[in-house]
């Protein structure tokens, strides 16, 4: 009998029990079966240890030596703590140094044999000598299971406190050695041949402990065939998951709508710009999708201020006309207000019903909606958890930013809904790999701006600069020109010391007594928000002090620029948006990043990039490099499985493989009745996220 091992605890195996168990689950691992994909984050090659007077500097290096040194030295300049190791190997000495920690002290004695490994530097002070910041480091014991540690490619696995390096790896060869006979692979066979890829028990082995003849630089680049297995397999139930999905709704019946367009034509009149020819063709995909019999589920990509929302709010028009209901669905409440803001008055100029819903909205006239009396509710995602029920919902439209739509329309598959569905998102991410992530939808790209825009010169100051961004503010508005002032939070918080809106907005008044500036934020009302936004469009305001709550949605041609206050603390993606609200009329824009230092790196990235480029696509990219995929697709929060070996955009070539071979098998078996043990993990894989099959 095998032993389940997605189930079986980490605490019995050998080397483990309870104490070690916690320390193990701080690390993500929980069971026999999560440890198994705890791969190692790095190898290193034993095998030809560098001699330390031929280290090289800047370079990754390893040496082994004897400690001949390790004290705490002080430094009464800034009354820093360094704990200072002196390792010798015959060859020369190095020196490795771990800043404030002196505590560091009681896990080394002189005499001792150790690894050490980490960036080689000069020293500083002497110019000459070698160091290592912070390396990392392991004892050499005779211990007998050397042969696991030493003399080898290493595996190194990121660890926690109380736990070393070294223990980890032993406890990866103990755990390895009990359950490798029960790993049982579930791919089929075919498709591991087809892209010639080993199997998962050796797989398992050698990303682990690789086999002697391995290149330890391939396995750093994760390019080794057994690593390509594993990460092949997540990659395979992913994508294995949304065919299955894209399948399911394809079987549903949809809705078949052949409006007139008359609504679409009457919006079109009404509206002070004509569509671009790239809004032209993407309503055309629209409509195209709208009236076939079956579930439209479509992406709609473009860059911030490309005008996705009329494009939306077209496609509802043609459901009313219809005779359905439509909803606009928003991730935040701000920005599901910002959109009511934004259409209503348009909507009901054409004697359409529009309701805003969200959390905090008291009235709701469920009743009406129930009844079919309001034609398209505006809310939050929650609209449709917290069960407003609709008569005839047509269409959804659900405004994403970078979230994936996954969760939100299964859910409307397993109310038994089937309403057609676009998705608007503002990442750029490339064409192929849209096509892969977002594989069970149709997909539609936003590629022209409106004509007009103008890039937005973007310059990042420190808190020494303030007078010189005041002087241009002034400048500004004695030219005519209106100017937005954004922070990140509306109330001083003590922990992070934030400046506030609020405290921001008074000191605008005093430095300029003589002009008009009104504050806007995310605790306001629809209404009070739509009263100060109408007072800045109209010229009444010379000076917007808001809150994030600007960062979508509000078009005001004669603001030309933008003050981000505490820049450091807003995220690439978002700093975009916000740019976006400028650079809409006939002259130069202006974007002033004010960051207060210090700032870490990823910040200074972030500002850089900004001052860089306007274009949403490279900004995307970099968004992408800093924050990595999980949290760029957002796709922990919106409930999607997380890839814990994979990495969609190192491994974009078998993301791609994985989803052709994954449409190929649910398009030959959509209920995957052939491969049972396939089906099983795979509803293991989504397990809590979301229904695959609807019937089982
Ligand atoms: P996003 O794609 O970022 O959601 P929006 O839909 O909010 O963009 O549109 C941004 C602004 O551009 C809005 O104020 C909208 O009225 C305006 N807009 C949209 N399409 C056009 C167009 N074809 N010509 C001029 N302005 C447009
Ligand atoms: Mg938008």
């Known amino acids: ?13 050998k080397g483990v029990g309870p104490q070690r168990a916690k320390l193990l689950s701080n690390l993500g691992i929980k069971t026999v079966e999560d440890a198994i994909y705890y791969l190692p984050y790095r190898y290193e090659d034993r095998r030809n240890i560098r001699k330390i007077c031929n280290l090289r500097y800047g370079q990754l290096e390893t040496v082994t030596g004897k400690i001949i040194s390790a004290d705490i030295i002080k430094l009464h300049k800034n009354n820093l703590k360094i704990f200072e190791l002196i390792v010798s190997d015959g060859s020369g000495l190095l020196k490795g140094k771990w800043f404030n920690q002196p505590f560091m002290k009681r896990n080394f004695e002189v005499g001792q044999e150790v690894i050490l490994s980490g960036i080689v530097k000069m020293n500083s002070y ?31 696995y990121r660890t926690t406190a109380g736990l070393s390096a070294r223990q980890l790896r032993t406890i990866m060869f ?20 087809r892209n010639r890829l080993p199997g998962l028990k050796e797989s398992i082995l050698n ?14 680049r994760g390019a080794s065939i057994y690593q390509q297995r594993l990460y092949f397999d997540e990659l395979f139930m992913f994508e294995l998951g949304l065919s299955a999905l894209k399948k399911g709704r394809e079987i549903e019946n949809g809705i078949t709508f052949s409006p007139k367009g008359l609504l679409v034509r009457k919006l079109l009149d009404i509206l002070p710009f004509s569509l671009t020819a790239a809004q032209q063709r993407v309503f055309d995909e629209i409509c195209l999708n709208m009236k076939r019999p079956y579930q439209m589920n479509r992406l709609i990509q473009g860059d911030v201020g490309c005008g ?42 054409m004697g359409i019903k529009i309701f805003l819903i969200t959390g905090s909205t008291k009235k709701r006239p469920l009743d009406d909606i129930a009844a079919g009396g309001i034609n398209i509710v505006v809310g939050t995602h929650t609209l449709i958890q917290e069960g407003v029920e609709f008569k005839n919902l047509g269409l959804v439209v659900i ?75 002034s400048d500004e508005i004695k030219k005519g020109r209106q100017v937005y002032v954004v922070y990140p939070l ?53 000076i917007l002090v808001s809150t994030t709550v600007i960062e979508v949605g509000v078009d005001v041609p004669n603001a030309s620029m933008m003050l981000i206050v505490h820049a450091e603390r807003f ?125 089982s």
């Open 1 to 13: 009998m095998g032993k389940n091992l997605s189930e079986f605890s980490i605490q019995y195996i």
């Open 126 to 156: 002497r110019g000459f000598g070698f160091e290592i910041d912070n390396p990392e480091y392991e004892f050499i014991a005779d211990d007998g299971d050397a042969f696991l540690h030493t003399s080898r490619i290493a595996p190194i």
């Open 174 to 193: 103990n755990l390895l050695n009990f359950c490798i006979e029960d790993i049982s692979d579930s791919v089929p066979e075919e498709i591991l041949k």
């Open 207 to 220: 990303s682990h402990f690789p086999e002697a003849e391995t290149d330890a630089d391939i396995l750093n």
């Open 308 to 349: 996705k929302t009329i494009v939306a709010l077209m496609a509802m028009l043609n459901a009313v006309e219809c005779g359905y209901q439509a909803a606009l669905m928003a991730p935040t409440e701000i920005l599901a207000d910002q959109h009511y803001i934004n259409i209503h008055k348009i909507i009901e100029e």
């Open 399 to 473: 405004d994403e930013q970078h979230r994936f739509g996954v969760m939100q329309r299964a859910l409307l598959r397993k109310k038994a809904v089937n309403p057609d569905v676009l998705v608007m998102t503002a990442t750029p991410i490339p064409r192929t790999l849209a096509m892969t992530l977002y594989g069970d939808l149709d997909y539609s790209v936003i590629d022209e701006l409106p004509p007009g825009r103008r890039p937005v010169v973007t310059r990042v100051f420190n808190s020494g600069q303030k007078s010189y961004i005041y002087k241009s503010i």
């Open 490 to 542: 509306i109330e001083e918080t003590e922990k992070t010391n934030l400046k506030s809106a609020i405290i921001g907005k008074e000191a605008f008044e005093k430095m300029f007594p003589e002009m008009k500036i009104s504050l806007i934020h995310g605790r306001m009302s629809p209404q009070e928000k739509e009263d100060v936004m109408a007072l800045f469009k109209k010229g009444a305001i010379d």
């Open 571 to 695: 995220g690439l993606a978002q700093l975009h948006q916000l740019r976006g609200r400028v650079g809409r009329g006939g002259s130069q824009s202006y974007c002033f990043l004010l960051a207060y230092e210090p700032y870490g790196e990823d910040a200074k990235k972030r500002l850089d990039t900004m001052a860089e480029t306007n274009d949403g696509f490279r900004i995307a990219e970099e968004d992408l490099n800093i924050r990595g995929p999980g949290e760029f697709f957002g796709t922990r929060q919106a409930g999607m499985p997380d890839l814990k070996v994979a990495n969609i955009i190192r491994d974009v070539r078998l993301l791609e493989l994985a989803k052709d071979e994954a449409s190929d098998l649910i398009g030959s078996d959509s209920a995957l009745k052939s491969v049972p043990d396939l089906r099983k993990r795979l509803e293991q894989f989504w397990k809590g996220k979301i229904e695959l099959f609807k019937t």
